[in-house]
């Protein structure tokens, strides 16, 4: 692209501007002075840009089809002007809560309507929200509430998921006895049970929102005002708020949703994601209703009541673009293709995956089975930090390759990088680690109240780029394939994990002495979490104590860090200076112990003959 500038100037017009941007961009990834700034001097409402905009041409189409956890219950249609009433209602409320501009709320939700309705409602009176996916514990929930200083939680009786019910109101009493006590609790009624209540700190959503006025006012926001702070794990330390703005995230949202999905009007469009993460937030919300589009919502699970619940959903709504993560179309895969091919899936027109590298038999599978050979797969690379698809084929533009993100998206500028030297390398094919040289509008901007970590983190291995953390390959066609991490994160269930935040889990347990956390190959997941624990002295190992940590391990951070594979390990591999020497106990772990290196640096070389004697993963 020869004038970025000119070109994202030029995109800035698909928003609504209260005061329109004169300046495009102001960047700079030079460590110590990093500062990433776009359309600085415009100012606008993302809710306002969501939902009011679209009221005089599309108030009665359907913003949001909300399909529930139990195929019994009655999907909703909500229109954008239901959306307008409901997101006002909310903000109103959250107005009467004492929340103002600039101040946090944490979102502790189901996949519910209500969800959507409270993050619009803050972006509409300019509050922060920080959502916790509904699958983190007490724990995990206390400190996010605590990290961003929030002044009110959002949270529901239970969440609805497979059949089974997360107790989220409890998990919020929990999580809140270490918070503040101005903390403020809005509880939305969404089974109905009963759950305890705290007069003066819990409020009644619903009571509340019949109540509230029909119209609440958008306030004018900056377009580098902060939009959203989500929290995504690293590879050292607990998670990071990842800071996204209003203008740049919104434009680059909209865009992306739109070119990626070749989103027309009338489609109706379905992003299988939660909420809590980065892809809910731009691709169920977001990006689709700046877009004026149909955006479905589901809250329940792939496989609940049966393996064909994706695709009776697809039929009954007549989905025209389908985006998922790998993960669930291996599952899916493996339960037979009966469940699929009894559906009818002639509406759908595009397809998507995200999260984690796709493997070609199920690429093959989605292409064949699902698409029925006619359908584009845009296998999209991005992360919580770019705000939007950073690398995909466009539909009808690019040809596709199975398990490749193939090429960058407008104004994206990739380099593979020698990762120790940390130069460009032209050539291809190459393999490398993955940078991008310049901003783009989706870009996050700090991380919460830590900018110095921000910079560290990703523009502090290789100066002057943004450091993905992902390793890549080009091929002689210059087309990309993301090889994963290089880093200490794994990406379980294209969900990432921080193998430090479960090593600090496991420690805190009372017979736990040291732990090491890896990934390693799983079928299903991606990636499985496999422990190398030494227990405290005279602590005898366990079948019951091996569940017992698995259970901790639950309940510290969540289900979705429930460890795969545990291994006693009596020693662990470290070097002379007391370092744990992960690349050893990642190949145990991959039952490729055949190529364990060098170990003549180990201060103690004969622990390696146990933990491969003792291995866990022998696939
Ligand atoms: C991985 C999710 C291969 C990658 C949007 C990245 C992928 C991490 C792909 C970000 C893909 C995401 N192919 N790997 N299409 N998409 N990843 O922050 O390792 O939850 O760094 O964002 O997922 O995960 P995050």
Redesign the pocket.
């Known amino acids: 692209m020869s004038d970025p500038d000119g070109f994202w100037g030029a995109q800035a017009e698909r928003l609504d501007w209260v005061k329109k941007p004169t300046q495009v961009k102001d960047v700079d990834f030079t460590l110590g002075q990093v500062k990433i700034n776009w359309f600085a001097d415009g100012t606008l409402n993302v809710a306002a840009n969501c939902i009011d905009r679209h009221l005089e041409t599309r108030g009665d189409q359907t913003a949001i089809i909300f399909e529930p956890d139990d195929p019994n219950e009655p999907a909703q249609n909500i229109t954008y002007k239901d959306l307008h009433r409901n997101v006002c209602r909310t903000a109103n409320v959250l107005e009467s809560l004492g929340v103002r501009k600039g101040d946090r709320v944490v979102i502790y939700l189901p996949m519910i309507p209500e969800a959507a309705y409270a993050m619009l409602a803050c972006a509409r009176i300019g509050a922060i929200h920080s959502i916790v996916f509904a699958g983190f514990s007490p724990d995990a929930l206390a400190a996010r509430i605590n990290g961003s200083d929030a002044k009110v939680v959002i949270t529901a009786d239970h969440a609805p998921r497979g059949g089974r019910k997360t107790p989220l109101k409890s998990n919020a009493d929990t999580a809140l006895l270490h918070c503040k006590d101005t903390v403020k609790c809005l509880v939305v009624k969404r089974t109905g049970d009963q759950t305890t209540w705290i007069a003066g700190r819990d409020y009644d959503y619903n009571e509340m929102a019949l109540e509230a006025d029909d119209y609440c006012r958008p306030v004018e926001m900056n377009a580098e005002d902060p939009l959203f702070i989500l929290y ?2 690293g590879s050292t330390g607990q998670p990071k708020g ?1 800071v996204h703005s209003t203008g740049g995230y919104l434009l680059y949202a909209a865009l992306t949703h739109e070119a990626v999905f070749d989103y027309k009007d009338g489609d109706v469009y379905w992003c299988t ?1 939660d909420v809590g ?3 809910g937030h ?1 691709y169920i919300v977001y990006g689709p209703l700046a877009n004026g589009a149909t955006t479905v919502m589901f809250e329940g699970v792939p496989t609940y009541p049966d393996a064909s619940r994706f695709w009776q959903v697809c039929e009954k709504h007549k989905v025209n673009q389908f985006y998922t993560a ?1 993960t669930a179309i291996r599952a899916l895969m493996g339960q037979g293709t009966e469940f699929a091919t009894k559906c009818d899936l002639s509406s759908l027109r595009i397809l998507g ?6 493997n070609p038999e199920a690429w093959n599978w989605y292409n064949d089975v699902i698409g029925g050979g006619k359908c584009p797969i845009v ?8 705000g939007g698809h950073m ?2 084929p466009l539909p009808g533009a690019h040809a596709t390759k199975p ?1 490749s ?1 193939m090429k960058p998206f407008f104004g994206v500028k990739p380099v593979v990088l020698d990762p120790q030297s940390g130069e460009e390398i032209d050539s291809y094919p190459v393999e490398g680690v993955l940078a991008i040289k310049d901003s783009w509008p989706g870009q996050m901007r700090t991380i919460w109240e830590d900018h110095e970590r921000f910079e560290k983190t990703y523009f502090g291995d290789y100066k002057g780029y943004y450091f ?3 390793g890549c390959r080009r091929d002689e066609d210059g087309d990309y ?5 290089v880093d200490d ?1 794994i ?1 379980v269930s ?3 994990m921080g193998t430090a935040e479960v090593e600090s889990a496991l420690v805190a347990h009372v017979s736990v002495a040291e732990a090491a956390v890896v990934g390693y190959p799983h079928a299903i997941k991606g990636q499985g979490i496999y422990c190398y624990v030494t227990l405290m002295n005279g602590v005898e190992p366990t079948d019951e104590l091996r569940k017992e940590l698995r259970t901790w391990v639950r309940t510290e951070i969540g289900p979705i860090a429930s460890p795969d594979l545990v291994q006693w390990a009596p020693g662990l591999p470290k070097t002379r200076s007391g370092k744990i020497m992960r690349r050893i106990l990642r190949k145990i772990a991959e039952n490729d112990f055949g190529a364990l290196g060098d170990t003549s640096t180990l201060a103690d070389p004969s622990v390696v003959d146990d933990l491969v004697e003792n291995r866990m993963n022998r696939e």
């Open positions: 995504t794990s990842v994601a993460w980065v892809t731009s790998p995956t995200v999260g984690e590298p796709i296998d999209t690379w991005w992360q919580t930090e770019t690398m995909t398990g993100a993905s953390g992902d394939w993301i090889t994963g991490r994160v990406n294209g969900h990432r």
